[in-house]
């Protein structure tokens, strides 16, 4: 249950610390671009089945990927300020999904 809430609050309530700590105009558009980053979970329709609780989502769904991680950390290199909420945004979800993977025991 912990691990859950945990995974979802990094999820949903981080975002809105880091659009705080990064964009202090903006802070509430960046949050919810960042929230908005999620849909880089629509990847996990292409795994059969579609949610396994024991599989770690790093490395195995498309989006998830190291690849990506270099696209999304070359997003940070676009010089505006909601492509880089964009970027953290990605790369925050990679770093939550990582720590489920950890706290799921999962990663090996």
Known sequence: MLRHI??????FLVPFLLAKLFWRKEWR???????????IDLDHLLADPIFDPNRCSIG???????????????LLLVPSWKWRAVSVG?????????IDCLLGGSWS
Do not use: E, N, R
């Not at 945990?6 to 999820?11: A, E, G, L, R, T």
């Open 90 to 98: 990605c790369l925050w979800h990679l770093c939550t999904d990582f």
């Open 29 to 39: 558009k960046a949050a919810l671009i960042m929230v908005a980053t999620m849909i």
């Open 6 to 11: 945990i995974h979802y609050s990094f999820h």
């Open 60 to 74: 195995f769904h498309p989006l998830h990927t190291v690849w990506a991680g270099i696209f999304y950390c070359g």
